[in-house]
């Protein structure tokens, strides 16, 4: 069986092909085409088959990472999108809440909503907040506005209506009318995308929803013909932001669970990563072309949220627009390696605006004028002209010696090397802040855990970030710059459910939950039947969300078992108490608890991802030969080995300073640290200095 994995990033889009009986892989990785993403997918394909000598008729899964809905919300660059809410409430997207992430910024801005006002429009109907009808939907008043949309060429309609995750007749009904008068327009009602408390996210996300919607069915519509084009047949499956897999008609279905769909594949594979090499708690690191993403994995597993933010000011939560979906609990930076370096006000910045794939970076000769990250790297001599994506791609380290004289080195009287070292540093400090927060400003001690580095771009900064967190041990896996596409095929079919519904702790609230996760279970087993069909296993994992009687926020708590078990009311609110506790160090064990929103984890288990082991090589001096490095370590250059990773058997031991380059990305070793290949064909890179934090 031959399995696909493609992943779109700002500026590569990164391939894996995985024979499964073989237990081989292909790597190939292309220029993103920013236009049309689709172009590079699937000549990425072609020539991914090509290289791996595979007919298409013979790939029977694929599973694709895509960036088309969150760029469409970055860049504000979604289809005419309408909100239709009750009366009286069309300003929730600009008034958002309360809550400043900035309290002593006296000019905050709040973020910025998707729809501007004159977008949102009013709805005369009215539920309560037990679901019943205090004013009937005023179908006349709701034909006339239905016909203005189509009118003024919207093309997508958000319907969120108070108190609609209590009961969604009315949302339904405005949908009907919507789908019959202009079929041709996307609908995304709030009681489907997320049905849970919270009116601002509640309608934030159904409007995101929306926004996204067009074109993700044009895109994925547009990959599917393209597959079939080119002769595979095989159905297409896109990750989502938690990190599983669905069909391309769940992921169309509802398109925001998919936002953080190549992210996510990033923190799937370094779990994979961490279990190889015995490692429970990682740090994932992901440094592309374009952005670096940082996300937690305790217990195996990739930690997630309930809610996400996107268009986040740098990492400050509550800064971004909040979407309830599940997802990887991820920071994500604009930190890449087309990052672009400028000199503002006699300062060295460097990012968050890219080079992306066009131009890209000044070296890679594609009409780039501006200094970036990857130019910087080139001059430092951590990547090697020659063998920059396997020898396939011919860096012009000229040119990247000119544009960082000229727009760093001279504007701030610095010598070229310098200038470079400068661009290094002040990314990465960025990337170390980064860090810092999903772990320290989280209690968690970065000594603790070890760092699995992937990406374009991330082995060549991980060990000098490693160094400054005093993280113990850092692993580079065999396809670490196409590692997000190699975690899509890691994944395993997964959806998530979740409904609000007040409910007690108390006598009943037993009954009450069995009923609820009963409701969720059918759900999710009708959702799953084709899977599970083929004789797999639909594994179910149950939470809930708690909080203390009139408070505004919850903490969910896992509840034990399958559907099919009771819940021990004792022990979920024991634990809720314990939780909060270590949250706000103390909690409040009289006073009432209320469940707020049900929620239901569904995967589909699949078989384990399995790689072959390093095996025997001829020689581990192929590729060998030294260069002049910049190393951190000592605050100055210094002779580096250099060594080609397929040339190094299982067991081989480098000692920085060294550089090991692989086909698709460079890991960089500095002074006191030393490298060991294991059988699995990871780099394990134990860091000079850095000792095991205190365990929790």
Same mark, same amino acid.
């Given at each position: 069986?031959?399995?696909?994995? $493609?992943?779109?990033?700002?500026?590569?889009?990164?391939?894996?092909?995985?024979?499964?009986?073989?237990?081989?892989?292909?790597?190939?990785?292309?220029?993103?085409?920013?236009?049309?993403?689709?172009?590079?997918?699937? %000549?990425?394909?072609?020539?991914?088959?090509?290289?791996?000598?595979?007919?298409?008729?013979?790939?029977?899964?694929?599973?694709?990472?895509?960036?088309?809905?969150?760029?469409?919300?970055?860049?504000?660059?979604?289809?005419?999108?309408?909100?239709?809410?009750?009366?009286?409430?069309?300003?929730?997207?600009?008034?958002?809440?309360?809550?400043?992430?900035?309290?002593?910024?006296?000019?905050?801005?709040?973020?910025?909503?998707?729809?501007?006002?004159?977008?949102?429009?009013?709805?005369?109907?009215?539920?309560?907040?037990?679901?019943?009808?205090?004013?009937?939907?005023?179908?006349?008043?709701?034909?006339?506005?239905?016909?203005?949309?189509?009118?003024?060429?919207?093309?997508?309609?958000?319907?969120?209506?108070?108190? =609609?995750?209590?009961?969604?007749?009315?949302?339904?009904?405005?949908?009907?009318?919507?789908?019959?008068?202009?079929?041709?327009?996307?609908?995304?009602?709030?009681?489907?995308?997320?049905?849970?408390?919270?009116?601002?996210?509640?309608?934030?996300?159904?409007?995101?929803?929306?926004?996204?919607?067009?074109?993700?069915?044009?895109?994925?519509?547009?990959?599917?013909?393209?597959?079939?084009?080119?002769?595979?047949?095989?159905?297409?499956?896109?990750?989502?932001?938690?990190?599983?897999?669905?069909?391309?008609?769940?992921?169309?279905?509802?398109?925001?669970?998919?936002?953080?769909?190549?992210?996510?594949?990033?923190?799937?594979?370094?779990?994979?990563?961490?279990?190889?090499?015995?490692?429970?708690? $990682?740090?994932?690191?992901?440094?592309?072309?374009?952005?670096?993403?940082?996300?937690?994995?305790?217990?195996?597993?990739?930690?997630?949220?309930?809610?996400?933010?996107?268009?986040?000011?740098?990492?400050?939560?509550?800064?971004?627009?909040?979407?309830?979906?599940?997802?990887?609990?991820?920071?994500?930076?604009?930190?890449?390696?087309?990052?672009?370096?400028?000199?503002?006000?006699?300062?060295?910045?460097?990012?968050?605006?890219?080079?992306?794939?066009?131009?890209?970076?000044?070296?890679?000769?594609?009409?780039?004028?501006?200094?970036?990250?990857?130019?910087?790297?080139?001059?430092?001599?951590?990547?090697?002209?020659?063998?920059?994506?396997?020898?396939?791609? /011919?860096?012009?380290?000229?040119?990247?010696?000119?544009?960082?004289?000229?727009?760093?080195?001279?504007?701030?009287?610095?010598?070229?090397?310098?200038?470079?070292?400068?661009?290094?540093?002040?990314?990465?400090?960025?990337?170390?802040?980064?860090?810092?927060?999903?772990?320290?400003?989280?209690?968690?001690?970065?000594?603790?855990?070890?760092?699995?580095?992937?990406?374009?771009?991330?082995?060549?900064?991980?060990?000098? %970030?490693?160094?400054?967190?005093?993280?113990?041990? $850092?692993?580079?896996?065999?396809?670490?710059?196409?590692?997000?596409?190699?975690?899509?095929?890691? =994944?395993?079919?997964?959806?998530?459910?979740?409904?609000?519904?007040?409910?007690?702790?108390?006598?009943?609230?037993?009954?009450?939950?069995?009923?609820?996760?009963?409701?969720? =279970?059918?759900?999710?087993? /009708?959702?799953?039947?084709?899977?599970?069909?083929?004789?797999?296993?639909?594994?179910?994992?149950?939470?809930?969300?708690?909080?203390?009687?009139?408070?505004?926020?919850?903490?969910?708590?896992?509840?034990?078992?399958?559907?099919?078990?009771?819940?021990?009311?004792?022990?979920?609110?024991?634990?809720?108490? %314990?939780?909060?506790?270590?949250?706000?160090?103390?909690?409040?064990?009289?006073?009432?608890?209320?469940?707020?929103?049900?929620? %239901?984890?569904?995967?589909?288990?699949?078989?384990?991802?399995?790689?072959?082991?390093?095996?025997?090589?001829?020689?581990?001096?192929?590729?060998?030969?030294?260069?002049?490095?910049?190393?951190?370590?000592?605050?100055?250059?210094?002779?580096?080995?250099?060594?080609?990773?397929?040339?190094?058997?299982?067991?081989?031991?480098?000692?920085?300073?060294?550089?090991?380059?692989?086909?698709?990305?460079?890991?960089?070793?500095?002074?006191?640290?030393?490298?060991?290949?294991?059988?699995?064909?990871?780099?394990?890179?134990?860091?000079?200095?850095?000792?095991?934090?205190?365990?929790?």
């Amino acid at each position: 069986m031959r399995r696909v994995g $493609v992943d779109i990033g700002g500026t590569f889009t990164d391939l894996v092909l995985y024979d499964t009986e073989a237990k081989q892989l292909t790597l190939h990785k292309v220029l993103t085409t920013p236009a049309n993403p689709a172009e590079a997918v699937l %000549l990425g394909v072609v020539e991914l088959l090509t290289k791996a000598d595979v007919a298409a008729a013979d790939v029977e899964d694929v599973t694709y990472g895509t960036t088309v809905a969150t760029n469409a919300v970055l860049e504000r660059k979604g289809p005419l999108t309408a909100l239709l809410t009750t009366e009286g409430f069309r300003d929730i997207l600009l008034i958002q809440r309360q809550a400043r992430y900035d309290l002593f910024d006296l000019f905050i801005d709040k973020p910025k909503p998707l729809l501007e006002r004159r977008e949102i429009h009013e709805v005369r109907e009215r539920l309560d907040a037990a679901g019943e009808t205090l004013v009937d939907l005023d179908e006349d008043g709701l034909r006339e506005l239905i016909t203005g949309l189509k009118e003024q060429g919207v093309s997508a309609v958000a319907i969120s209506f108070l108190h =609609a995750y209590r009961n969604g007749s009315h949302e339904r009904r405005a949908a009907e009318l919507v789908r019959a008068l202009y079929p041709e327009c996307h609908v995304s009602l709030s009681s489907e995308v997320a049905p849970m408390l919270g009116e601002y996210e509640r309608t934030n996300t159904t409007v995101t929803d929306a926004y996204v919607k067009p074109l993700t069915a044009e895109h994925l519509r547009e990959l599917e013909d393209g597959f079939a084009g080119i002769g595979i047949t095989a159905p297409l499956a896109v990750m989502l932001s938690d990190a599983g897999v669905a069909s391309v008609e769940r992921a169309t279905a509802i398109p925001v669970r998919i936002i953080e769909s190549g992210p996510a594949a990033g923190a799937q594979i370094a779990a994979f990563v961490g279990a190889s090499v015995g490692a429970d708690r $990682v740090i994932a690191f992901d440094m592309g072309g374009t952005t670096a993403k940082v996300a937690l994995i305790e217990n195996g597993r990739p930690r997630l949220s309930d809610e996400l933010e996107v268009d986040r000011l740098r990492y400050i939560p509550g800064s971004g627009l909040p979407l309830r979906i599940p997802s990887v609990d991820m920071i994500e930076i604009g930190s890449g390696g087309g990052s672009i370096a400028s000199v503002e006000h006699s300062r060295l910045k460097v990012g968050p605006e890219s080079a992306g794939a066009a131009p890209g970076p000044v070296s890679y000769g594609g009409g780039g004028t501006s200094p970036t990250v990857t130019d910087a790297d080139l001059v430092l001599e951590y990547l090697n002209p020659d063998f920059f994506l396997g020898g396939r791609m /011919q860096l012009d380290i000229e040119a990247a010696r000119e544009a960082i004289a000229s727009g760093v080195a001279e504007p701030l009287g610095l010598s070229l090397l310098d200038a470079a070292r400068g661009i290094y540093e002040v990314i990465n400090a960025g990337m170390e802040q980064a860090i810092r927060a999903g772990t320290v400003q989280r209690g968690r001690d970065p000594r603790d855990y070890v760092m699995v580095a992937t990406g374009g771009a991330g082995p060549v900064h991980a060990a000098a %970030l490693a160094r400054a967190l005093g993280v113990p041990t $850092v692993v580079f896996p065999p396809a670490s710059g196409v590692a997000s596409a190699l975690g899509l095929l890691a =994944a395993e079919p997964r959806a998530s459910y979740a409904r609000s519904g007040l409910t007690r702790l108390g006598d009943g609230f037993t009954g009450e939950a069995q009923r609820r996760f009963k409701a969720l =279970a059918a759900e999710a087993t /009708q959702d799953f039947a084709r899977e599970i069909g083929e004789g797999r296993t639909l594994r179910l994992r149950r939470s809930v969300s708690l909080r203390y009687v009139g408070q505004g926020y919850d903490i969910t708590i896992d509840v034990d078992g399958d559907g099919g078990d009771l819940v021990d009311a004792d022990a979920v609110l024991e634990a809720f108490h %314990l939780a909060y506790e270590k949250l706000y160090d103390r909690s409040e064990r009289g006073e009432p608890v209320e469940a707020t929103t049900w929620r %239901l984890n569904a995967t589909v288990e699949t078989p384990v991802l399995e790689l072959a082991g390093r095996g025997d090589l001829s020689s581990g001096d192929e590729g060998h030969s030294t260069r002049n490095i910049w190393d951190p370590a000592l605050g100055d250059g210094v002779r580096a080995a250099t060594w080609r990773y397929d040339a190094l058997p299982a067991g081989a031991t480098i000692d920085g300073p060294a550089v090991i380059e692989q086909s698709e990305s460079t890991a960089v070793i500095f002074t006191g640290d030393r490298a060991v290949v294991d059988e699995a064909g990871n780099i394990v890179v134990s860091i000079a200095g850095s000792e095991q934090g205190v365990q929790a």
